[in-house]
């Protein structure tokens, strides 16, 4: 981030600064995984994507937090991971999220900067994919990017975080919120991807 970006976004600032540990550490875990290495690696790492997604898809109905994020529902993942199982004949198990529903409002936009943001690391990984011949259209949908551009949909959900009337300590929360979000990617991962 620039000076003057850390300027225009002092929130997402705060929000980066506060995550970057968790952050590294987790695409560290992912990478030394090698996701692309093989079909059978590709799917652990599909169905740790597909537990984190299927975690947080309450965030993506929630009226709060489409009163603030108004192209919200459009933004989910969730059944583009469905359909690269589906692709892989694997079985969608259910996942328990009712808590999600529970958040505060800063919480939840805690949580929900954390898997919005990982579509920035998804683009690196999207690169990656014609090693196993996925694509957009067989195992790897839940990589591409949005019609409008990445860039474009990541500035637009800055801007928004950054328009939220939030108290000191309401901002401490949506920290936490977000901080808490990686933690459970973290146990996603560590009950999921055996090392490689
Ligand atoms: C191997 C896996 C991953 C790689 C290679 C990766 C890489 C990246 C890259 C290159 C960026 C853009 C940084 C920038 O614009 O300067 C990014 C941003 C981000 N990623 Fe990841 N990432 C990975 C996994 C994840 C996962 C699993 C999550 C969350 C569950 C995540 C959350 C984020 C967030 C929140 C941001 C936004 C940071 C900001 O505020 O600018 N990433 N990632």
Sequence with gaps: MTNIVKQQYPRMTKLRSVTTDSHQSLDDKVMSFKPFDSNENYIKFLNFQYRLMAKVAPLYQSKQLISVFN??????????????????????STV???????????????WLYVIEGSKLGAAVLAK????????????????????????????????????????????????????NAFNFAHTCIDNGLEQA
Excluded: H
């Design 71 to 92: 192209d919200l529902t459009s933004r989910c993942r969730l059944d583009y991971l469905k359909q690269d199982l589906r692709d892989f004949k694997q079985s969608i």
């Design 128 to 179: 990656q994919v014609g090693k196993l011949d996925l694509s957009d259209e067989f195992g790897a949908r839940f990589l591409a990017g949005p019609s409008n551009g990445r860039g474009s949909a990541w500035r637009e959900f800055m801007k928004s975080v950054e328009s939220v009337n939030l108290s000191e300590q309401e901002e401490e929360t949506m920290l936490e919120g977000a901080l």
């Design 96 to 110: 328990e999220n009712n808590e999600l529903n529970a958040l505060s409002l800063p919480a939840a936009i805690g």
